[in-house]
């Protein structure tokens, strides 16, 4: 007897749909116990919630800008004038990480944004070397 007469006399098909059904099974344990695995490991170390290792709190950058700062970006020249009063100290040519650290500092919203709007409107102009200046406003 051979090929599938042989799988059939000894009862192969079972023997193949049990052996299908023991790997999915491990496969389908295995993938539950992995997605759940970070509860155990913060259970280990003595998290009283096992959320708050894995959920940083969220404190949004706007919550304490005040309201007129937001309304200055809608006006880019408006918002390039109250830009080069606030780099008055730095001098004539700066870097862009200058702007950008004094835009932080006086927690302005989107410095990125408001730094490359700027640029494209033609209110921050390259003077070389990384340098840039305030064209006239």
């Not at 599938?4 to 079972?14: E, K, V």
């Not at 998290?47 to 970006?73: G, I, M, N, R, W």
């Not at 870097?95 to 640029?119: D, G, M, S, V």
Request: glycine share 8%; hydrophobic share 50%; aromatic share 10%.
């Amino acid at each position: 007897m051979q090929g599938i007469a042989a799988i059939t006399a000894n009862n192969g098909w079972a023997m193949a749909v049990a052996g299908i059904c023991i790997v999915m099974s491990g496969l389908a344990i295995l993938a539950v116990f992995i997605s759940q695995l970070h509860k155990f490991v913060a259970l280990l170390e003595g998290k009283d919630k096992y959320h708050a290792a894995f959920q940083p709190e969220f404190k949004s950058p706007h919550a304490d800008q005040p309201t007129a700062a937001v309304e200055l970006l809608n006006d880019l020249p408006a918002a390039a004038a109250f830009c080069r009063s606030l780099t008055m100290g730095i001098g004539e040519s700066f870097p862009l990480i200058a702007l950008y650290r004094i835009f932080q500092k006086e927690n302005l919203p989107h410095p990125h944004i408001t730094i490359t709007a700027l640029r494209y409107a033609g209110f921050l102009a390259p003077v070389g070397d990384g340098q840039f200046s305030w064209k006239n406003i």
